[in-house]
Protein backbone atom coordinates (compact mmCIF):
# COMPACT_ATOMS: atom_id res chain seq x y z
CA UNK A 1 0.00 0.00 0.00
CA UNK A 2 1.01 3.63 -0.98
CA UNK A 3 1.48 6.09 1.89
CA UNK A 4 -0.72 8.99 1.38
CA UNK A 5 1.33 12.68 1.59
CA UNK A 6 -0.55 13.15 5.39
CA UNK A 7 1.23 9.66 6.69
CA UNK A 8 4.14 9.16 4.45
CA UNK A 9 7.58 9.84 6.64
CA UNK A 10 9.66 12.98 6.13
CA UNK A 11 13.54 12.33 4.52
CA UNK A 12 14.42 12.49 8.10
CA UNK A 13 12.15 10.04 9.60
CA UNK A 14 12.96 8.26 6.85
CA UNK A 15 16.61 8.35 7.16
CA UNK A 16 16.20 7.47 11.12
CA UNK A 17 13.72 4.53 10.45
CA UNK A 18 16.79 2.58 8.15
CA UNK A 19 19.51 3.55 10.51
CA UNK A 20 17.48 2.39 13.57
CA UNK A 21 18.46 -1.03 15.13
CA UNK A 22 15.93 -3.98 16.66
CA UNK A 23 17.49 -3.55 20.44
CA UNK A 24 16.50 -4.19 23.89
CA UNK A 25 17.51 -0.77 24.84
CA UNK A 26 18.73 2.41 24.18
CA UNK A 27 22.81 2.93 24.83
CA UNK A 28 23.89 4.51 27.80
CA UNK A 29 27.00 6.24 26.35
CA UNK A 30 29.33 5.30 24.27
CA UNK A 31 30.32 1.57 25.39
CA UNK A 32 27.04 -0.03 26.99
CA UNK A 33 27.15 -3.99 27.37
CA UNK A 34 23.46 -4.50 27.95
CA UNK A 35 22.54 -3.01 24.51
CA UNK A 36 22.06 -6.28 22.19
CA UNK A 37 21.22 -5.44 18.13
CA UNK A 38 19.20 -8.39 18.06
CA UNK A 39 18.97 -7.65 13.99
CA UNK A 40 22.69 -8.02 13.97
CA UNK A 41 22.93 -10.96 15.57
CA UNK A 42 20.49 -12.55 14.00
CA UNK A 43 22.05 -11.83 10.54
CA UNK A 44 25.29 -12.63 11.69
CA UNK A 45 24.67 -15.84 12.73
CA UNK A 46 22.42 -16.85 9.83
CA UNK A 47 25.25 -16.12 7.45
CA UNK A 48 27.81 -17.76 9.75
CA UNK A 49 25.31 -20.58 9.42
CA UNK A 50 24.84 -20.32 5.69
CA UNK A 51 28.66 -20.49 5.09
CA UNK A 52 29.55 -23.28 7.13
CA UNK A 53 26.52 -24.92 5.97
CA UNK A 54 27.72 -24.50 2.34
CA UNK A 55 31.58 -25.56 2.65
CA UNK A 56 30.18 -28.67 4.80
CA UNK A 57 28.06 -29.76 1.61
CA UNK A 58 30.78 -29.04 -1.33
CA UNK A 59 33.09 -31.31 1.52
CA UNK A 60 30.36 -33.73 1.85
CA UNK A 61 29.55 -33.90 -2.14
CA UNK A 62 33.19 -33.37 -3.15
CA UNK A 63 34.42 -36.11 -5.42
CA UNK A 64 37.09 -37.43 -7.64
CA UNK A 65 35.70 -37.25 -10.87
CA UNK A 66 34.92 -34.27 -13.13
CA UNK A 67 33.45 -32.04 -10.46
CA UNK A 68 30.75 -29.61 -10.87
CA UNK A 69 29.85 -25.95 -10.90
CA UNK A 70 29.47 -25.92 -7.32
CA UNK A 71 32.20 -28.01 -6.48
CA UNK A 72 34.82 -25.88 -8.67
CA UNK A 73 33.67 -22.58 -7.14
CA UNK A 74 34.54 -23.58 -3.85
CA UNK A 75 37.25 -25.38 -4.56
CA UNK A 76 38.92 -22.26 -6.82
CA UNK A 77 37.74 -19.81 -3.64
CA UNK A 78 39.52 -22.27 -1.19
CA UNK A 79 43.20 -22.11 -3.27
CA UNK A 80 42.87 -18.77 -3.74
CA UNK A 81 42.61 -17.65 -0.04
CA UNK A 82 45.72 -20.85 0.69
CA UNK A 83 47.76 -19.19 -2.07
CA UNK A 84 47.25 -15.69 -0.42
CA UNK A 85 48.32 -17.00 2.89
CA UNK A 86 51.03 -19.28 1.83
CA UNK A 87 52.99 -16.27 0.22
CA UNK A 88 52.11 -13.87 2.73
CA UNK A 89 52.23 -15.93 6.36
CA UNK A 90 55.19 -17.36 6.87
CA UNK A 91 54.99 -19.39 9.92
CA UNK A 92 53.56 -22.99 10.26
CA UNK A 93 49.68 -22.89 11.16
CA UNK A 94 46.69 -24.85 10.31
CA UNK A 95 44.70 -22.31 12.05
CA UNK A 96 45.59 -19.03 9.47
CA UNK A 97 44.40 -20.67 6.22
CA UNK A 98 41.08 -21.32 7.75
CA UNK A 99 40.62 -18.10 9.77
CA UNK A 100 40.81 -16.22 6.38
CA UNK A 101 38.73 -18.24 4.07
CA UNK A 102 35.95 -17.52 7.24
CA UNK A 103 36.59 -13.83 7.58
CA UNK A 104 36.42 -13.37 3.86
CA UNK A 105 33.22 -15.43 2.90
CA UNK A 106 31.34 -14.56 6.38
CA UNK A 107 32.29 -10.03 6.00
CA UNK A 108 31.15 -10.68 1.92
CA UNK A 109 28.00 -12.26 2.74
CA UNK A 110 27.20 -9.25 5.42
CA UNK A 111 28.10 -7.16 2.69
CA UNK A 112 26.08 -8.36 0.32
CA UNK A 113 22.59 -7.41 2.11
CA UNK A 114 23.48 -4.48 1.32
CA UNK A 115 22.45 -5.08 -2.28
CA UNK A 116 18.97 -6.21 -1.00
CA UNK A 117 15.48 -3.86 -1.59
CA UNK A 118 16.07 -0.90 0.86
CA UNK A 119 12.35 -1.73 2.53
CA UNK A 120 12.20 -5.39 1.35
CA UNK A 121 13.00 -7.01 4.95
CA UNK A 122 12.34 -3.36 6.88
CA UNK A 123 8.79 -3.23 5.60
CA UNK A 124 8.18 -7.14 6.25
CA UNK A 125 9.44 -6.95 9.72
CA UNK A 126 7.49 -3.36 10.49
CA UNK A 127 4.32 -5.95 9.32
CA UNK A 128 4.65 -8.70 11.66
CA UNK A 129 5.37 -6.54 14.85
CA UNK A 130 8.74 -5.24 14.56
CA UNK A 131 8.89 -1.42 14.20
CA UNK A 132 13.05 -1.37 13.22
CA UNK A 133 15.03 -4.13 11.07
CA UNK A 134 18.65 -2.95 10.11
CA UNK A 135 19.81 -5.84 7.79
CA UNK A 136 23.44 -5.48 7.22
CA UNK A 137 25.32 -6.37 10.00
CA UNK A 138 28.74 -4.76 8.91
CA UNK A 139 27.36 -1.29 9.53
CA UNK A 140 26.62 -2.59 13.17
CA UNK A 141 30.28 -0.76 15.19
CA UNK A 142 29.63 -3.85 17.69
CA UNK A 143 29.84 -6.47 15.38
CA UNK A 144 32.84 -5.17 13.16
CA UNK A 145 34.70 -4.44 16.05
CA UNK A 146 34.00 -7.83 17.85
CA UNK A 147 35.58 -9.35 14.47
CA UNK A 148 38.41 -6.95 14.85
CA UNK A 149 38.79 -7.97 18.19
CA UNK A 150 38.89 -11.61 18.01
CA UNK A 151 41.97 -10.80 15.10
CA UNK A 152 43.77 -8.97 17.42
CA UNK A 153 43.33 -11.23 20.75
CA UNK A 154 45.27 -13.77 18.06
CA UNK A 155 47.92 -11.29 17.47
CA UNK A 156 48.31 -11.14 21.21
CA UNK A 157 48.21 -14.76 21.22
CA UNK A 158 50.54 -15.66 18.65
CA UNK A 159 52.84 -12.66 19.93
CA UNK A 160 53.38 -14.39 22.77
CA UNK A 161 53.54 -18.21 21.44
CA UNK A 162 56.57 -17.02 19.67
CA UNK A 163 58.33 -14.88 21.40
CA UNK A 164 57.78 -15.35 25.12
CA UNK A 165 55.71 -12.75 27.15
CA UNK A 166 59.22 -11.24 27.78
CA UNK A 167 60.03 -10.95 24.30
CA UNK A 168 56.60 -9.63 23.34
CA UNK A 169 56.48 -7.23 25.81
CA UNK A 170 60.13 -6.06 25.22
CA UNK A 171 59.34 -5.33 21.67
CA UNK A 172 57.11 -2.25 22.49
CA UNK A 173 60.81 -0.88 24.43
CA UNK A 174 63.13 -1.45 21.77
CA UNK A 175 61.40 -1.09 17.97
CA UNK A 176 62.07 0.69 16.21
CA UNK A 177 65.36 1.72 17.79
CA UNK A 178 67.88 -0.71 18.66
CA UNK A 179 70.97 0.40 20.50
CA UNK A 180 73.66 -1.31 21.41
CA UNK A 181 74.34 0.32 25.03
CA UNK A 182 72.14 0.18 27.60
CA UNK A 183 72.28 3.48 28.73
CA UNK A 184 70.82 4.33 24.90
CA UNK A 185 68.01 1.58 25.37
CA UNK A 186 66.37 2.90 28.76
CA UNK A 187 66.55 6.85 27.43
CA UNK A 188 64.84 5.49 24.32
CA UNK A 189 62.11 2.91 25.67
CA UNK A 190 59.71 5.65 27.25
CA UNK A 191 59.14 7.01 23.41
CA UNK A 192 59.51 3.52 22.15
CA UNK A 193 56.67 2.12 24.18
CA UNK A 194 54.20 5.06 23.74
CA UNK A 195 54.37 5.21 19.77
CA UNK A 196 54.75 1.50 19.06
CA UNK A 197 51.91 0.34 21.78
CA UNK A 198 49.96 3.03 20.09
CA UNK A 199 50.48 1.48 16.70
CA UNK A 200 49.49 -1.62 18.28
CA UNK A 201 45.89 -0.10 19.43
CA UNK A 202 45.38 0.85 16.16
CA UNK A 203 45.29 -2.39 14.25
CA UNK A 204 41.86 -3.16 15.71
CA UNK A 205 40.32 0.06 15.28
CA UNK A 206 41.49 0.61 11.85
CA UNK A 207 40.32 -3.39 10.99
CA UNK A 208 36.78 -2.16 12.13
CA UNK A 209 36.24 1.15 11.46
CA UNK A 210 37.60 0.78 7.68
CA UNK A 211 35.01 -1.89 7.18
CA UNK A 212 32.47 -0.09 9.06
CA UNK A 213 32.89 3.56 7.36
CA UNK A 214 32.87 2.28 4.19
CA UNK A 215 29.54 0.03 4.34
CA UNK A 216 27.78 2.86 6.51
CA UNK A 217 28.36 5.38 3.68
CA UNK A 218 27.25 2.76 0.96
CA UNK A 219 24.00 2.37 3.34
CA UNK A 220 23.71 6.03 3.33
CA UNK A 221 23.96 6.73 -0.30
CA UNK A 222 21.43 3.75 -0.97
CA UNK A 223 18.95 5.22 1.35
CA UNK A 224 19.47 8.84 -0.47
CA UNK A 225 18.82 7.21 -3.72
CA UNK A 226 15.84 5.61 -2.10
CA UNK A 227 14.14 9.02 -1.18
CA UNK A 228 15.05 10.63 -4.29
CA UNK A 229 13.08 7.59 -6.03
CA UNK A 230 10.28 8.19 -3.65
CA UNK A 231 10.17 11.59 -3.37
CA UNK A 232 6.51 12.91 -4.83
CA UNK A 233 4.99 9.17 -4.99
CA UNK A 234 3.26 8.38 -8.37
CA UNK A 235 1.50 11.59 -8.86
CA UNK A 236 5.30 12.82 -10.33
CA UNK A 237 5.17 10.56 -13.00
CA UNK A 238 2.20 12.67 -14.36
CA UNK A 239 5.04 14.77 -15.79
CA UNK A 240 8.05 14.39 -18.30
CA UNK A 241 10.16 15.40 -16.04
CA UNK A 242 8.65 13.30 -13.37
CA UNK A 243 9.26 10.20 -15.78
CA UNK A 244 12.91 11.92 -16.14
CA UNK A 245 13.57 12.08 -12.55
CA UNK A 246 12.55 8.16 -12.10
CA UNK A 247 14.59 7.18 -14.79
CA UNK A 248 17.84 8.89 -13.10
CA UNK A 249 16.93 7.58 -9.89
CA UNK A 250 16.74 4.01 -11.28
CA UNK A 251 20.11 4.30 -12.79
CA UNK A 252 21.38 5.75 -9.88
CA UNK A 253 20.16 2.37 -8.43
CA UNK A 254 21.83 0.03 -10.50
CA UNK A 255 25.30 2.17 -11.07
CA UNK A 256 25.43 2.21 -7.28
CA UNK A 257 24.33 -1.26 -6.78
CA UNK A 258 27.27 -2.58 -8.71
CA UNK A 259 29.81 -0.17 -7.18
CA UNK A 260 28.64 -1.36 -3.91
CA UNK A 261 28.81 -5.21 -5.18
CA UNK A 262 32.72 -3.97 -5.78
CA UNK A 263 33.52 -2.16 -2.43
CA UNK A 264 32.35 -4.88 -0.38
CA UNK A 265 34.43 -7.57 -1.86
CA UNK A 266 37.03 -5.63 -1.88
CA UNK A 267 36.44 -4.86 2.08
CA UNK A 268 36.05 -8.07 2.45
CA UNK A 269 39.54 -9.04 0.83
CA UNK A 270 41.21 -6.13 2.63
CA UNK A 271 39.76 -7.37 6.09
CA UNK A 272 40.96 -11.19 5.54
CA UNK A 273 44.60 -9.97 4.01
CA UNK A 274 45.01 -7.82 6.51
CA UNK A 275 44.05 -10.61 9.25
CA UNK A 276 47.18 -12.88 7.79
CA UNK A 277 50.01 -10.32 7.77
CA UNK A 278 49.18 -9.10 11.16
CA UNK A 279 49.17 -12.86 12.22
CA UNK A 280 52.08 -12.96 10.29
CA UNK A 281 54.23 -10.05 11.72
CA UNK A 282 53.25 -11.29 14.96
CA UNK A 283 54.53 -14.95 14.06
CA UNK A 284 57.85 -13.56 13.21
CA UNK A 285 60.73 -14.06 15.64
CA UNK A 286 62.92 -10.86 16.03
CA UNK A 287 66.60 -11.12 18.06
Excluded at 155 to 170: D, E, P, T
Aim: glycine content about 8%; proline content about 5%; some cysteine.
Amino acid sequence: MVPSAATAPTPNEYIVHHITYLTNAAPRGLVDFSVVNYDSVFFSVLLGALFVGTFYTAARRASDGVPGKFQNFVELLVEKVDSQVKDLFHGQSKLIAPLALTIFCWVLLFNLLDLLPLDLLPDAANAVGFGHLRVVPSTDLNIVFGLSLTVFLLIIFYSVQMKGLVGFLAEFALNPLRLSHPLGQALVAPFNIVVEFASFLARPVSLALRLYGNMFAGEMVFILIALLTLSGGFARLASVGGWGLTLVSMVLGVVWSLFDLFIGALQAFIFALLTVVYLSQASEHHD
